[in-house]
């Protein structure tokens, strides 16, 4: 059964930073892109950042470019997203997605992060 | 990177059907096949339902049909059912390794 378990989200301060993890299980993790989007609360589901298997791909929304960074180890069968420089609309709940067909065909539960003084 | 255009709300009675358009430019709806559509459940996590525009994934009903006409998608779901009932968004492959989501329509089911 393929699975995706996000972690790492909790409450952060402005400016602050978080680094959030995706272990994935179930299937060859190295062989798929995967994808980062967020559902802040009340709001729609927003793509983030995308990686391909060997990491020689990536790519980033505009709202992230700059202060989040999207990794894997395929060894560990994790993703990883290191976010800096966190604001409140940061806020939301991250999940991780498999990629087939250029969408995201399995999805974590997602990990909630709060970003609050 | 503009969020794609999608209707807040739908609805329908059961056994209708009911089609939620997608809208976006030439840079992403209109310049890809690569438009999918997800069901949201509130708390759940959310679930492929349409890929490459009208291919649908194993286990998911044949009631539910995507299209595409230029820079607009749309979902079509026939034969609505009680469980139909959730929040549905499109999504399409911007170029240069980017996607972006629609604002999502709440689907209701009366």
Redesign the interface.
Known sequence: EVQLVESGGGLVQPGGSLRLSCAGSGFTFSRYNVHWVRQASGKGLEWLSYISPSSDLIGYADSVKGRFTISRDNAQNSLYLQMNNLRAEDTAVYYCARDQYWACDYWGQGTLVTVSS | ?S?LTQPRSVSGSPGQSVTISCTGTSSDVGGYN?V?W?Q?HPG?????MI??VN?R?SGVPDRFSGSKSGTTASLTISGLQAEDEA?Y?C?S?AG?????????TELTVL
Request: aromatic share 22%; net charge neutral.
């Open positions: 990177q969020a690569y999918s997800y949201h759940k996590a959310p679930k492929l890929h490459d291919e994934p929040n968004y999504c492959y240069s390794t980017t996607w972006v989501f629609g604002g999502g």
